[in-house]
């Protein structure tokens, strides 16, 4: 089971997409298997766009993970905090899937580095 390390900041735009994906980058050159993960991203469709900047920095494409959602399950297209986007999409957010996700990635990684919202 790998080590899941949780990526946080006090607001938005600070930098954690940055940072998640230079830790992402630095512990693959240590020879480790790494994964980003976004719990909930706002403000589009179809992949996670931090994912989509983790990826970029990592040098690699997107993961089979990220096509099937398991790097971010939860993806709203009003870019507002989750909670009222979710609402908006008439949608629920459920800790238990996002924590499925985490394990299931866990699993198959030596590091999952799991990328917070800004508030």
């Known amino acids: ?14 930098g954690k997409s940055i940072a998640t994906g230079y830790y992402a980058k630095h512990l693959m050159q240590q020879g480790y298997s790494v994964i980003t993960q976004k ?3 706002t ?10 900047v983790h990826r970029k920095i990592q040098g690699i494409a ?3 993970e990220d096509r099937q959602g398991i790097t971010c399950p939860y ?3 009003y870019p507002c905090s989750p909670h009222l986007s979710a609402r908006l ?6 800790e ?4 499925k996700s985490t394990a299931l990635l866990a699993q198959n990684y030596d590091y999952v580095l799991l990328e917070g919202a800004g508030a």
């Open 62 to 64: 997107l993961t089979e």
């Open 39 to 41: 719990m909930v991203q």
């Open 89 to 94: 999409q008439q949608t629920c957010i459920d």
């Open 43 to 52: 403000g589009c469709q179809d992949i996670s766009t931090d994912i989509i």
């Open 75 to 77: 993806l709203f297209d």
């Open 96 to 99: 238990k899937t996002i924590e």
């Open 1 to 14: 089971m790998g080590k899941v390390l949780f990526v946080s900041g006090i607001d938005t735009d600070i």
